[in-house]
T-cell receptor, first 115, second 110 residues
Framework: GESVGLHLPTLSVQEGDNSIINCAYSNSASDYFIWYKQESGKGPQFIIDIRSNMDKRQGQRVTVLLNKTVKHLSLQIAATQPGDSAVYFCAVGGRPSGSARQLTFGSGTQLTVLP | EAQVTQNPRYLITVTGKKLTVTCSQNMNHEYMSWYRQDPGLGLRQIYYSMNVEVTDKGDVPEGYKVSRKEKRNFPLILESPSPNQTSLYFC?????????FGPGTRLTVT
């Protein structure tokens, strides 16, 4: 099976600084990785994903880095804003079977942006 | 707008009183699932469904039932709720790679 862990349960950053949130996984066969953002009182929201044939992917102000050698991925948020305050967690999945893909979720890092 | 809806959003009930949490999606996704979220444990899958009339157990299925009679609906049934089922529940639907979550149902069983 798969287990997913996050390195820090909480992270505080100054507004305007860059944030880095980390995630480690156990199954070297995992090939799909997603980062979610969950604001208080809301459901998780997709941020960015990456497949195992890539080691970096960029979105708007976010970058995901994947290191398959050490089974580690990270989410980088550039110029962190107050609206970025939320819980961030990664999900790790294996190969799809039809339309199904089992995902294992980490427990999350609470990001707090300080003014 | 792509959407997953859940009802009710909040529910307080007593041990043993059967309840159903509804879930509906408008994206014509075949795959739907239910998760519970507890502090420090992350999202854990309860049941999932790969299509109409096709359901299977996730990681923590004990005490729950589901049904999938229509593609858009995937209700979660607690036949005899117990206090250890107090949790935040999320329904989700997805295509192969994109997953959408509902807003959550906060359930308290006393």
């Amino acid at each position: 099976g798969e287990s997913v862990g996050l390195h820090l349960p909480t992270l505080s950053v100054q507004e305007g600084d860059n944030s880095i949130i980390n995630c480690a996984y156990s199954n070297s066969a995992s090939d799909y990785f997603i980062w979610y953002k969950q604001e208080s009182g809301k459901g998780p929201q997709f941020i960015i994903d990456i497949r195992s044939n890539m080691d970096k992917r960029q979105g708007q102000r976010v970058t995901v880095l994947l290191n398959k050698t050490v089974k580690h991925l990270s989410l980088q948020i550039a110029a962190t804003q107050p609206g970025d305050s939320a819980v961030y967690f990664c999900a790790v999945g294996g190969r799809p079977s039809g339309s199904a893909r089992q995902l294992t979720f980490g427990s999350g890092t609470q990001l707090t942006v300080l003014p | 707008e792509a959407q997953v809806t859940q009802n009710p959003r909040y529910l307080i009930t007593v041990t043993g009183k059967k309840l159903t949490v509804t879930c509906s999606q408008n994206m014509n996704h075949e795959y739907m699932s239910w998760y519970r979220q507890d502090p420090g444990l992350g999202l854990r899958q309860i049941y999932y469904s790969m299509n109409v009339e096709v359901t299977d157990k996730g990681d923590v299925p004990e005490g729950y039932k589901v049904s999938r009679k229509e593609k858009r609906n995937f209700p979660l049934i607690l036949e005899s709720p117990s206090p250890n089922q107090t949790s935040l529940y999320f329904c989700a639907s997805r295509s192969v790679y994109e997953q959408y979550f509902g807003p959550g149902t906060r359930l308290t069983v006393t």
